[in-house]
């Protein structure tokens, strides 16, 4: 994912210690549901989706965040001329900005469809991660001799099987 200098420097002073920039989407100038004056910024972090919208042509900018563990699900609308990013959000109450009033669902519009299949992708492997047990808790030490039960027989297995040689369930 690119990054454009310009709305990295923009969201410096709002990182947080060790926080890492890994991408930026910028809306369309021209288009469905872009802004030909001041187009809003994504910022995508390790830690956060940070939305920079540009006020008084640009003078200055008011700042969404929404950390990755406030997301419930991202949906993505992909157009002829322009795509979409949907964030469900729950529990966020605010009231201005991407999810106004109370909206469980804000919309960010008018972005290139590569773009925004880029965002959308990124914002799902970050909940993939935050839902997907950590390797430490699935498997012992392949070091130490240790071994799998399967969950559906309880046969044991070596470490490293994919199988069970039982009855031949997934063991990961």
């Known amino acids: 994912m690119k990054i454009d200098p310009t709305d990295a420097k923009s969201v410096m002073n709002i990182l947080w210690p060790g926080e890492r920039i890994v991408g930026t989407v910028k809306q369309r100038r021209i288009g ?3 802004s030909i004056t001041v187009p809003a910024s994504v910022v995508l972090t390790d830690k956060r989706v940070l939305i920079v919208n540009r006020a008084t042509l640009g003078i200055r900018h008011d ?3 929404i950390p990755y563990g406030a997301v419930t699900s991202v949906r993505l609308e992909q157009g002829i001329v322009s795509s ?4 469900r959000v729950l529990g966020y109450d605010t009231d201005k900005g991407l999810l106004k009033n109370g909206k469980q669902e804000g919309e960010i519009d008018g972005l290139r469809r590569d773009d925004a299949t880029e965002l959308s992708n990124y914002i799902n492997f970050k909940l993939g991660q935050r839902n997907a047990p950590a390797q430490e808790e699935r498997l012992p030490d392949a070091n130490i001799g240790g071994y799998l ?3 559906k027989c309880g046969t044991k297995n070596p470490v490293g099987s994919n199988f069970c040689s039982g009855c031949g369930a997934p063991l990961r």
Do not use: A, L, Q
Not at 84 to 87: E, K, L, P, T
């Open 149 to 151: 039960f399967c969950r």
């Open 84 to 87: 979409s990013v949907f964030i």
């Open 32 to 34: 469905p549901g872009g």
């Open 63 to 65: 700042y969404e965040v």
